[in-house]
């Protein structure tokens, strides 16, 4: 257990959706990251925040968007969902955003859009 | 831009062998990190091994050990005295320059057969 826990564990949804993940982070971590894996793209990086600021974007679709509130944890917001959205969503945390921070992830949210 | 790339989609290993994984990767900044995660069946993102790239020294970790050449810019993981529960798709990761982002590689699917 990484200390880094996602709700929910399993969404199921339509196309023209939206749904939220949630995110806490483990305990004195103060830097959230989501990335996505689906079987076309990989694991790939979303977006980034740090102290409820957001630092660094990837490749994250406009209909997408996150935010960091004062408690730390995060909602990564997936709108107008996609049959090619459907895919297994991951949060980590660490400490800082520096480099040399080892990030330990969730057990991550699997989204289903029919 | 930074790219990893992993060229084995699956290897096999008998119980007890030792088996190596292979990663390259790409990038021109001085300053930077290189991980194994694991994914189990499960899907949980388990972080097996780091190296930083101003080490020269190979990292280890119990059974796990890399080889990492600097100017080849090579990072492989070799899993020594292999077990059933190393079964599992085994991810190279890398960070660095302005952000901590994960930039992963495709995976390779790594079999352990008894």
């Keep these: ?43 790939q990086f979303l977006i980034q925040y740090y102290n409820g600021e957001e630092r ?8 997408f968007s996150a935010q960091q509130f004062p408690d730390l944890h995060s909602e990564l917001n997936l709108s107008s969902l996609e049959l090619g959205d459907s895919a297994l969503y991951f949060c980590a945390s660490s400490v800082t955003p520096l480099l040399e921070e080892t990030q ?10 029919l | 831009a930074q790219t990893v790339t992993q060229s084995q989609p699956e290897m096999s290993v008998q119980e007890a062998e030792t088996v190596t994984l292979s990663c390259t990767y790409d990038t021109s900044e001085s300053d930077y990190y290189l991980f194994w995660y694991k994914q189990p069946p499960s899907r949980q993102m388990i972080l097996v091994i780091r190296q930083e790239a ?61």
């Design chain 1, 1 to 43: 257990d990484s200390g880094v826990t996602q709700t929910p564990k399993h969404l199921i949804t339509a196309t023209g959706q939206r749904v939220t993940l949630r995110c806490s982070p483990r305990s004195g971590d103060l830097s959230v990251y989501w990335y996505q894996q689906s079987l076309d793209q990989g694991l």
């Design chain 1, 56 to 63: 660094a974007k990837g490749n994250i679709l406009e209909r």
């Design chain 1, 104 to 113: 330990y992830f969730g057990p991550g949210t699997r989204l289903l859009v």
């Design chain 2, 54 to 114: 101003y080490k020269q020294q190979n990292a280890t970790e119990n059974r796990f050990s890399v080889n990492f050449q600097k100017a080849a810019k090579s990072f492989s993981l070799k899993i020594s005295d292999s077990q059933l529960g190393d079964a599992a798709m085994y991810f190279c990761a890398y960070t660095g320059g302005a952000t901590n982002k994960l930039i992963f590689g495709t995976g390779t699917l790594l079999a352990v057969q008894p």
